[in-house]
């Protein structure tokens, strides 16, 4: 398919026998990036489906240490694993905080502000399934307005807009700020293959479909994701320093209304809720375009 | 104790393949190409090859089944291009261009075909259109002794006296036979029926019979036997052979809409004639090929729908005087096209210097004695004695096959088959088609938008129809390889539990594992993938 390098570090470790449902984005997500960092990395990760679907004690999918930690303090606890290899001369081994969108966007947000403003010498991605599934399909901060959760049910859907994690980490000025997806993975694995090589505070924005949360065919994970970025939902860029953007991949623009409706989470939803979120699509994609057309000036 | 309990065990103990309800599975579909195409050629095969610059290799795999490719590739009427999936998405493969150009290669490249020693066995095939020429091709690279029988000078039969040189090229057919028939012991100007007959072949383990249909069907109207009243495939005979047929001035009338009214015509004006076709029916029933209606329409020749000659009359001059019907359409017939039916006092006459009737052929019977249709449309062969009737197979136009080069190659090549299987004394066994064939439904488009994929290629001088070797293999870089794995990762890389594996030539799921999700047939690029007994049909 692509001429990259052959990835094949989870297919040559027994990287079997995972609990994740179905159709799981975020199982697919992992594989490709433990691929790309190979074994010379340690995880860090909170609680989460992650955490839960990696095993069961005392058995774990990873190839490569795996380090449970409490759900706010993924980040310090990253942190702190960095001083002990580099302290024992160990430098050269990624630190991959590996958390989902409810410890970074909710209870780890802290903790992550802390380790980005001291810029640590970290990778941390979050997997963002857009709500808190594992324990139930709660809402998180990172949940789009007008969808359902067990929390906000048809009745009262979630009246607030998704937080722009990105616009956040990005506004710390950390080196290296990325967004990808299952559904482009010659551009993820890019992407972690550029944050592999950058020191300092690397985060990655990971958007992660999920079959029973998201009420959606298991088989649609990868469509669903795909139509999420040819629809600008979920835009593919990197920022480097803060500053520097760059759109990796140039939609086709597909209606957003074509995403939502392959997902039973978003049934709910007003034809009024579906407009507006398109209008607040295009709106931010265009404030993406113009930073990304000032960007190419800039350099 | 540990101070952090630690999990030193992986979890591939765990065989989540019980969490599932459906499996991922080959569909089995066959591209649109190799489903369609009358000489059960594995397009998609040769594209795969010409996309990875082997042409050789291509032209080997094409002529395992069609050993005309450079003459198909001109003459044939490409239903390949047809239901082409590249349609939905752009437009499709120019695939009779790759053909040709494959076949022209193997031309220019003077290729041989690799023969085996004949072994003891000896057939007699009769007719050298190309039924027979295929049935003698494949029959002697089975190591068969061939002896070919035809009454004509040269082979080829139609490809030689019917199809005319604007659309075949004299040189490469000529090229082509030779290849097709090296090996073969070919006896000109010997007609069956008349310089022998079938009791004199009985010394043949099998005899192949593939005459064709070449004799004109009569119009049946006063003044039909008329001088100046011809057979159309008589005339492109007439023409193919060499002789000098001159109609500088004339006028002609050409009565007929199939393939042969087109091909006279259009022959007839290249001879200076001015040409009008005269069809009972409309453009739409046409039963010639669309391309050669296309093609006909382009020329300055008149073309007259819904006329039918009443009769003809010669006047002193010697000019014609053909009185023609106006017609309407009536009910449909048996075969579905509406029937022509003569609306009253309409008649009205046209002058001509020559009428070519070409309103279809016949099998020719007078080769054997006694030789009939029975009612079913089939050749009743019960008076044909019956030591050679025990070892006569048939093929070609003789049969009621669909009258095109391809069908008749494959009735050949199939023959060839059946006759290797009867030398052995085993049987034979048609090989089933898959009842489907991969549909738009079945492609995940997607996944061709985003790889960076040829343009339609074209010549360099913009001819339609004609490529280079570097047009070819772009264009093969289009195909999508509907229903067939073309190895692109996709399944392999999507699976969320790494079930499914590489294998040579494709991949496999690893049931221990697949929770049965069906990413992998949802995004499988060319719907080779499908889930059996779950969701994702």
Not at chain 2, 195 to 221: E, Q
Request: aromatic share 8%; proline share 6%; hydrophobic share 35%.
């Amino acid at each position: 398919m692509s001429d990259t390098p052959d990835y094949d570090f989870c297919a040559s470790h027994d990287f079997y026998g995972h609990t994740a449902c179905p159709g799981c984005g975020e199982k697919i997500l992992y594989r490709h990036v433990l691929d790309v960092l190979g074994p010379e990395t340690v995880v860090v990760a909170p609680a989460g489906c992650a955490a839960v679907t990696d095993g069961v004690f005392p058995h774990s999918l990873s190839p490569v240490p795996y380090l449970h930690v409490a759900f706010g303090a993924t980040a310090s606890a990253a942190a702190g694993v960095r001083a002990g290899l580099d302290m024992s001369g160990r430098e050269n081994v990624t630190v991959m905080a590996w958390a989902g969108d409810g410890a970074t966007f909710d209870i780890g947000m802290g903790a992550l502000s802390a380790i980005a403003e001291r810029n640590e010498n970290v990778l941390y991605v979050c997997y963002d399934n857009e709500a808190y599934m594992n324990t139930g399909m709660q809402r998180s901060s990172a949940t789009p307005r007008g969808c359902w959760t067990t929390t906000t049910p048809a009745s009262r859907l979630k009246s607030e807009p998704k937080k722009d994690i990105d616009a956040i980490m990005a506004a710390h000025r950390i080196p290296y700020v990325a967004t990808a997806s299952p559904a482009f993975l010659d551009d993820l694995k890019a992407k972690v293959e550029r944050a592999k090589a950058i020191r300092g505070l690397r985060f990655m924005h990971l958007f992660s479909p999920c079959p029973p949360g998201w009420k959606s065919d298991p088989a649609d994970s990868i469509t669903i994701a795909r139509l999420a970025v040819e629809s600008n939902v979920f835009p593919l860029y990197e920022v480097y320093e803060g500053e520097r953007l760059r759109l990796t991949y140039q939609s086709s623009s597909v209606a957003v209304s074509d995403y939502l409706k392959l997902q039973g989470r978003f049934k709910y939803m007003s034809e009024q809720e579906a407009e507006d979120m398109q209008s607040a699509v295009e709106r931010s994609y265009a404030a993406l375009k113009l930073r990304h057309e000032k960007s190419k000036v800039c350099l | 104790m540990p101070e952090l309990p630690v999990s030193l065990a992986r979890m591939s103990w765990n065989k989540t393949g019980s969490w599932r309800s459906s499996t991922p599975g080959h569909r089995g579909k066959l591209p649109p190409c190799n489903f369609n195409c009358p000489a059960g050629e594995n397009i998609r095969g040769y594209l795969d090859l010409m996309k990875k610059d082997q042409i050789a290799e291509a032209f080997e795999l094409l002529t395992q089944k069609n050993p005309l490719p450079a003459v198909c590739g001109r003459v044939c009427y490409h239903p390949c291009q047809t239901d082409c999936n590249r349609h939905s998405f752009d437009t499709e493969l120019q695939i009779r261009a790759v053909e040709m150009l494959i076949g022209d290669w193997g031309v220019q490249n003077k290729l041989r075909v690799r023969l085996p020693e004949t072994g003891a066995k000896k057939v007699a095939v009769i007719g050298a259109g190309p039924a027979g020429l295929a049935a003698a091709h494949y029959l002697r690279r089975d190591g068969v002794n061939v002896v070919m029988y035809d009454e004509n000078h040269h082979p080829g039969g139609i490809l030689h006296y019917g199809i005319p040189t604007y659309r075949l090229d004299k040189e490469i057919l000529q090229a082509e036979l030779k290849r097709v028939l090296d090996g073969v012991d070919f006896k000109a100007n010997m007609r069956l029926g008349s310089d022998f007959d079938l009791g004199t072949l009985n010394h043949f383990d099998a005899v192949f019979l593939a005459t064709g249909a070449h004799v004109s069907k009569s119009m049946r109207i006063d003044g039909g036997d008329l001088a100046g009243v011809e057979s159309g495939l008589d005339f492109l005979k007439r023409v193919n052979s060499g002789q000098k047929v001159r109609l500088d001035n004339k006028q002609v009338v050409v009565i007929g809409g199939g393939n042969t009214a087109c091909d006279v015509a259009r022959t007839a004006y290249r001879l200076g004639a001015g040409v009008t076709v005269a069809y009972r029916r409309t453009e739409n029933e046409m039963p010639a090929f669309a391309e050669e209606v296309e093609q006909l329409k382009a020329e300055p020749i008149e073309l007259e729908f819904l006329v039918a000659p009443a009769r003809i009359q010669q006047e002193t001059d010697g000019r014609l005087k053909v009185i023609c019907h106006r017609m309407e359409l009536g009910e449909p017939d048996p075969d579905g096209r509406r029937r022509p039916m003569v609306i009253d006092g309409t008649d009205f006459t046209m002058t001509a210097d020559v009428v070519f009737a070409a309103i279809g052929e016949d099998p020719d019977l007078d080769i054997a004695p006694g030789l009939t249709y029975a009612s079913d449309g089939t050749l009743d062969l019960s008076q044909i004695d019956q030591r050679i009737r025990d070892k006569l197979f048939l093929g070609g136009d003789i049969l009621p096959n669909p009258r095109t080069v391809p069908h008749a190659v494959a009735s050949g090549r199939v023959a060839a088959e059946e006759i290797a299987a009867f030398l052995k004394g085993v049987p034979y066994e048609r090989p089933e088609k898959p009842a489907e064939m991969a549909g738009p439904e079945d492609i995940n488009f997607s996944y061709f938008a985003r790889i960076n994929i040829a343009k339609r290629a074209a010549s360099s001088d913009g001819t339609e129809g004609v490529l280079d070797e570097a047009g070819a293999i772009d264009e093969a870089n289009r195909c999508m390889s509907c229903g067939v794995c073309f190895e692109c990762d996709t399944c392999y890389d999507f699976c969320p539990d790494l079930a499914i594996v590489r294998t040579p030539g494709g991949y496999q799921a690893n049931l221990d594992y697949c929770k049965g999700c069906g990413i992998c047939a949802r995004e499988c690029p060319s719907g080779t993938l499908g889930m059996q007994g779950g969701q994702v049909a």
